[in-house]
């Protein structure tokens, strides 16, 4: 039951992060429906058709009417919400974090295997911010240095291998939504960042 | 039988509509195979995969040849058809108007609920032509306010009202496709736009 | 045993051109792993969520230790492979070779017809890296003349149609990977391309 309202919690939370790219570019309330939808179930879908489970929102559409419900919301609000910034950061790093860890969590209990959980998680936790990126033509997180799509990596991860190591799976939850949301925090509050790839030769055209 | 004639014609329709793309670019015949291809079956196939069904061209190759032989007499004759201007447009808003109705009754024959089948109709509809852009790097239809996936969202949403409310499904059909048919034409004729939201406070970095 | 080898090879050889984008824009650890990945496993991912079977990966997930021993590897070591220039490219070309008749031999053993079988093929070999190009904000092979795309489509329609004939399918494999080989390599030692669109009227607004 909390599961379930903190699920609905992720997916609305992404959705405002979608149509957020709809109300900087002002454009029409199809288009912020439509990109809270891409951002908010993204992730999700990508998940259950990899993994070949029915889709999560096909099943229960309840989701469909958060991110129309955010759409609605935001239509009206979002210069409100755009103005309290870093909330609005912090708010999208809890979603990456508890998906990161329900992504993996939801993998391992179809059966498969240690790798395809971590990145699993990964994707549900990504993978609707690279989507809206990319069909907005912005570059994607993936395309940063900031700490995002690592800090769900170490959340997936860590959630996996405390699994693995025989912890009670709401610790190992935990543990890994706490790691994910303190990497993220750091680089929305530090600016935290991962060491980049320096060519040591010059550049030849392939 | 009437029905899968139409079928076909959608998907040689929104072809045209892909290939353009190659044509005004410039590229090779094998371009404008990939962009007929991406953009007549783009929409359908992403709707099967989210309904767990076997994609329709997967099933009956039909389409794919109608891709490729949209695809030769492009390569002929584009210019020609390029010099047709609106005609090509309300081509375009045809394969727009059947393809809502006929993605979200798809997702009504599956079982699926309300929502879905109405975002199915949407999919089927906008998905194809978003695919094209992104993959060509030009602004996609949702990012202009110009009604486009608005029309898809009118004519399947109404398709799915009216069936639920006990109408003939064929007399629902017509209703949807006309009324995304008269939307999109306004679009095209009379440049009809949704209202775009209005910043109401100065942009803050996020 | 040898074709296993030759499918891992494949992923390696295709997780070298994805995480080369990373390196050249200076990116972190994670985004040679999310590059690398998505290049590597991308095309056969399309392939077999087209096809409604397992995805390859999530059976095996020795593919995914490829990607990342490959990440590691190019996170030391990417400078010296750049150098190496048309070695690259060739290495890129032999996955395109070996993945184009390798994507149509899978499709056509689950039973798909034959214009199936080709663009399976041809999905399977240049999905990947239109993925990554997309992803990246970087023009894909599609929108380029030189052979690419193209390639592909020759390899994986040879082996379809000898195998159709009745030749042996080891005979027809080699056919279409050598033709695939020698179109690519062309493309790279000549710069083959095929002809492009030549448009014959004024561009009008569409």
Same mark, same amino acid.
């Given at each position: ?19 957020? /790219? ?14 809270? %939808? ?14 070949? /489970?029915?889709?999560? @929102? ?34 999208? !790093? ?7 860890? &329900?992504?993996?969590? #939801?993998?391992?209990? /179809? ?5 395809? !959980? ?5 994707? %549900?936790? %990504? ?15 993936? &395309? #940063? ?5 690592? !800090?769900?990596? !170490? ?14 799976? @709401? ?21 935290? %960042? ?13």
């Amino acid at each position: 039951m909390l599961l379930q309202i903190l699920d609905y919690l992720g997916v609305a939370v992404f959705a405002v992060a979608g149509s957020i /790219v709809a109300s900087r570019r002002g454009l029409d309330f199809i288009a912020f429906l439509f990109f809270a %939808t891409l951002t908010g179930i993204g992730g999700g879908t990508l998940r259950d058709l990899l993994l070949g /489970v029915p889709v999560f @929102w096909t099943v229960d559409e309840r989701y469909l009417l958060v991110c129309l419900a955010v759409s609605i919301f935001m239509w009206f609000f979002a210069h409100h919400i755009e103005r309290l910034g870093k909330p609005v950061r912090w708010a999208d !790093a809890c979603g990456l974090a508890a998906y990161s860890v &329900m992504g993996a969590a #939801k993998a391992m209990s /179809v059966g498969d295997t240690v790798l395809v !959980a971590v990145l699993m998680g990964v994707a %549900t936790a %990504t993978f609707g911010g690279i989507l809206r990126d990319t069909v907005a033509g912005e570059p994607s997180a993936i &395309m #940063k240095p900031e700490l995002y799509v690592s !800090a769900a990596f !170490a959340g997936a991860g860590s959630y996996v291998a405390l699994t693995l190591l025989g912890f009670n799976i @709401w610790i190992a939850a935990l543990a890994g939504i706490v790691l994910a949301l303190f990497l993220r925090g750091g680089a929305i509050e530090r600016g935290w %960042t991962l060491p980049v790839y320096k060519s040591r030769s010059p550049k030849e055209p392939n």
